[in-house]
């Protein structure tokens, strides 16, 4: 089997294949972002990024400059179901840092749903992104795999270079080393979990989802208004890590 590698999108074609990935990860009622649009975007220097298995592309990124110097905003991150599990996620956003280092930005900023526990892990845990911003029902109704819910997202900051991001960069043992693990950066002053699986629960019971939705709005709003922020997310309890 083809070892996976980290690159640019070098083509129109190939941005073109990302349009396709883009659908087959969130569903045809969900417009991906138009390969015109990327090629522009990574000439003005934008990232445009995909994980590659050989010529087949199992995963994809993009990511464009922010009105501030040294902040990039981070905006897609796609995986195709059937390459879940290889941690190209996280491959692609060590990529990202490499690459956005390089080039003298050292802050990532973007939008997740924090009530999704897959995505916690991989933000929070796994990159060591923190917030102290909530943002209510960010991108109004939506489809495909985020309908059902109020499209409540976090701004997550992402410092590339704090000793917690660079002992992560650098591998389990490193990280273990620095005390960063999948628990609180520092001592927490508060604990909030979430539902271990939103999308079983929404399912099941969808009342019981929203309130989920809902209790999780207040408390993570509630903290950051007393001056808390999202310092780790403890993936065995499903729980955020405030202080």
């Not at 996620?89 to 802050?107: E, M, N, P």
Request: with cysteine.
């Amino acid at each position: 089997m083809s070892a996976i590698t980290f690159r640019e999108l070098a083509s129109i074609g190939e941005m073109k294949r990302a349009e396709d990935l883009q659908r087959a990860v969130w569903g045809q009622d969900d417009m991906p972002e138009n390969s015109d649009l990327m090629l522009a975007l990574q000439h003005e220097g934008g990232l445009i990024a995909g994980a590659f298995r050989g010529d087949e592309m199992l995963g994809f990124l993009l990511a464009f400059p922010s009105a501030l110097p040294g902040i990039q905003h981070s905006h897609r991150l796609a995986v195709l179901p059937q390459a879940r599990g290889l941690r190209l996620g996280v491959g692609l956003k060590w990529f990202q840092r490499d690459w956005c280092l390089a080039r003298g930005i050292t802050h990532v900023r973007w939008t997740y749903d924090p009530i999704r526990a897959v995505n916690a892990g991989l933000n929070v845990a796994a990159l060591g992104g923190t917030s102290d911003t909530y943002l209510n029902d960010y991108y109004g109704v939506m489809t495909g795999i985020n309908a059902g819910l109020p499209s409540d997202r976090i701004m997550l900051d992402w410092h590339l270079d704090r000793p917690e991001v660079t002992a992560r960069a650098a591998g389990p043992a490193a990280a273990s080393a620095a005390g960063s693990g999948t628990a609180a950066i520092i001592p927490p002053a508060r604990t909030v979990a979430i539902p271990r699986d939103i999308d079983a629960l929404l399912r099941s019971d969808p009342d019981a989802a929203l309130r989920a939705r809902m209790d999780l709005r207040h408390a993570l709003s509630e903290s950051f208004a007393q001056g808390l922020r999202i310092t780790g997310f403890d993936t065995a309890s499903a729980a955020y890590h405030l202080g």
